[in-house]
């Protein structure tokens, strides 16, 4: 089998910001923990064209609550991420540049923010947070 290339690259990413607020958790607990999104927000910082290449810059935003049960009136825990990253592509319109960006770029940083938060919070003790999935186009159309 021999693998085609995609005219769509992934240059590179950086975790921007992160933070995690819990209250204290028993450390035997069992409990499963309810996930919401308070934010989730994708944006094209900038698109660049140089000769028959374009570049952009994609951040994506996200704020996750976890409570225990769904009367809780506050958080038990909150994770706060941004990540950002760099996309090139040539041989290709600026507008289908720009929705592969807001498509596959939000993909491809959403896999990294879910394994960040997954790992990292692994490690403070308390079960991890494994991101629900999401349905992007339908969440990227509101």
């Not at 952009?56 to 009367?71: D, E, M, N, R």
């Amino acid at each position: 089998m021999s693998v085609t290339e995609s005219n769509f690259q992934f240059e590179n990413y950086v975790i921007k910001k992160f933070s995690l607020t819990q209250n204290p958790i028993r450390i035997k607990t069992k409990s499963k923990f309810l996930y919401s999104f308070e934010k989730f927000d994708a944006v094209i910082k900038e698109i660049n064209e140089t000769g028959d290449f374009f570049t952009s810059i994609v951040q994506l935003s996200l704020v996750i609550h976890g409570k225990k049960s769904p009367t809780d009136k506050r958080p038990t825990r909150k994770v706060e991420i941004a990540v950002v990253g760099e996309f090139k592509a040539k041989n290709i319109s600026k507008e289908k540049f720009e929705k592969f960006c807001l498509i596959n770029g939000t993909l491809q940083l959403l896999s990294i923010a879910r394994s960040y938060i997954a790992s990292t919070t692994a490690a403070t003790g308390a079960p991890s947070i494994i991101m629900p999935l999401i349905n992007l186009p339908a969440t990227l159309k509101d």
